[in-house]
């Protein structure tokens, strides 16, 4: 997925816009000035900014966003881990190969072992008020993943099946072959 900052830079001005139009509005409801009811609505804006959020793992938009300018990890702390991979997580905690695994005393906020979080969503808010171009969108991630795959299809064919003294090898490339093929992934 590319990186959308005209989308993120928009979003913010549509927020600033939305914030403009309630302060007036608000204004002449309740007689007092613009200024006075953008400033109310600045202070709503800054707490959601700074108020933690449970779809953000326990993190502030701010520090999500922070995170993100400075290239840090959002990393996502032991207690979030069940809710993240439900009903699978205990099967991930298996394939560690540690009964005494504890991923509580593996986490470290500043040299995290790779559980980290970022935000990529399927449908935007432009999505739900442009579906025509919510559908062209994704017809064409479509068209180029279709591309993709057969090119690696196309490649993995072209490649001598190694690993013919080595059975194990052969028997992991036939059936990463096989997967291509049938598109299992």
């Not at 933690?52 to 793992?57: I, K, N, S, T």
């Not at 490649?159 to 028997?171: C, H, M, Q, T």
Request: hydrophobic fraction near 35%.
């Amino acid at each position: 997925m590319s990186s959308c900052i005209a989308e993120a830079t928009l979003y913010g001005d549509l927020v600033k816009h939305l914030r403009d139009v309630c302060a007036d509005q608000l204004a002449q409801l309740k007689g007092t000035t613009p200024e006075v009811e953008r400033q109310a609505l600045d202070e709503v804006i800054r707490a959601w900014f700074f108020t933690p959020q449970d779809r953000l793992y326990g993190y502030t938009p701010q520090r999500v966003i922070r995170n993100e300018q400075m290239n840090l990890a959002n990393v996502v702390s032991p207690e979030w881990l069940p809710e993240i991979f439900g009903e699978d997580y205990e099967e991930l905690m298996a394939l560690t190969g540690d009964e005494e695994f504890d991923p509580a005393a593996a986490y470290d906020v500043d040299n995290h072992p790779g559980c980290a979080f970022g935000l990529a969503p399927d449908h935007t808010l432009l999505d739900e008020y442009d579906e025509e171009g919510y559908h062209q969108r994704w017809d064409y991630e479509e068209q180029k993943l279709e591309e993709t795959l057969a090119k690696q299809r196309a490649e993995a064919k072209a490649l001598p099946l190694v690993g013919a003294d080595a059975p194990e090898i052969a028997k992991e490339v036939s059936r990463a072959r096989r997967m291509l093929d049938n598109d299992l992934f």
